[in-house]
């Protein structure tokens, strides 16, 4: 995929090319966000951390992951929904996408920010591996 054809699928606002990876950010349309057309786009980081920019356009899974993103990210949230407490009442909100060559997000993990917790601010994953299969671990992470 070339670059152009990228940044028009994903609706890229911006496109940072570093030392330790490339990183974008979206303007994402999710289907159950339609309801409220004035918040409807909202922004979604992409970081593709010790990749180089000829391997993030190399990579297969950009278009079936945006074409599959809404229901992976309803597939995710279910998931996370069971582990959180039935007492707590948390939105969780898509923030981010991320892949890292190291293998430690599988193929790649949706990113949730969950806000402060006892532990501090609250960030979770849920990992895919290549076909979009979802892993029933979740990643709690604080910031």
């Known amino acids: 995929m070339i670059k152009s054809e990228l940044m028009t699928l994903w609706n890229v606002e911006s496109w940072t090319v570093e030392r330790h990876g490339v990183y974008f950010i979206s303007r994402w ?45 309803q597939l995710a949230q279910e998931i996370i929904q069971k582990e959180i407490s039935q007492e707590e009442s948390v939105v969780l909100t898509l923030t981010d996408i991320m892949l890292d060559k190291s293998g430690c997000y599988d193929a790649f993990a949706l990113g949730y920010d969950i806000g402060e917790s006892p532990a501090g601010h609250l960030y979770v994953l849920v990992s895919f591996d290549e ?13």
């Open 29 to 73: 349309l999710g289907t159950n966000r339609l309801e409220n057309v004035g918040q409807a786009f909202q922004n979604l980081n992409i970081s593709c951390t010790d990749y180089t920019e000829a391997e993030v356009l190399s990579l297969p899974m950009w278009e079936q992951l945006y074409i599959q993103l809404d229901k992976l990210d």
């Open 131 to 143: 076909n979009f299969t979802a892993q029933q671990d979740v990643i709690y992470e604080t910031l």
